[in-house]
């Protein structure tokens, strides 16, 4: 089993950041990707940021190109997300999840464990 716990998020201004990361642990632990997804009220999950764990490189929303960026810390078994210039439509529950096999990190169906979310409201 794997488990993954988010933190970070809360309540900003519009134009203000936050930072999530989440953390990994279990003995099942591996990862070929870690990824960032969100679900707003009413609305499907959809994909923000992956970040490949052995080679650290990302892919990214383009709803969110430019204004965040997922990094990873190997030793640790944590990824962040620091979120900038936000804006209210990025306003939902965001989702860490753990991809261990998958190259397809865009899909939500390719990740095998998912972490509880934390809330993120963008006020105008």
């Known amino acids: 089993q794997v488990q993954l716990v988010e933190s970070g998020g809360g309540l900003v201004q519009v134009g203000g950041s936050l930072n999530l990361s989440c953390a990994a642990s279990g003995p099942a632990f591996t990862s070929y990707a870690m990824g960032w997804f969100r679900q707003a009220l009413g609305k499907e999950r959809e994909f923000v940021a992956a970040?490949?764990?052995?080679?650290?490189?990302?892919q990214y929303a383009d709803s969110v190109k430019g204004r965040f960026t997922i990094s990873r810390d190997n030793a640790k078994n944590t990824v962040a997300l620091q979120m900038n210039s936000l804006k209210p439509e990025d306003t939902a529950i965001y989702y860490c999840?753990?991809?261990?096999?998958?190259?397809?990190?865009?899909?939500?169906?390719?990740?095998?464990?998912w972490g509880q979310g934390t809330q993120v409201t963008v006020s105008s």
């Open positions: 999840a753990n991809d261990k096999r998958s190259s397809y990190i865009t899909r939500a169906d390719a990740y095998d464990y």
């Open positions: 970040i490949n764990w052995a080679y650290g490189s990302s």
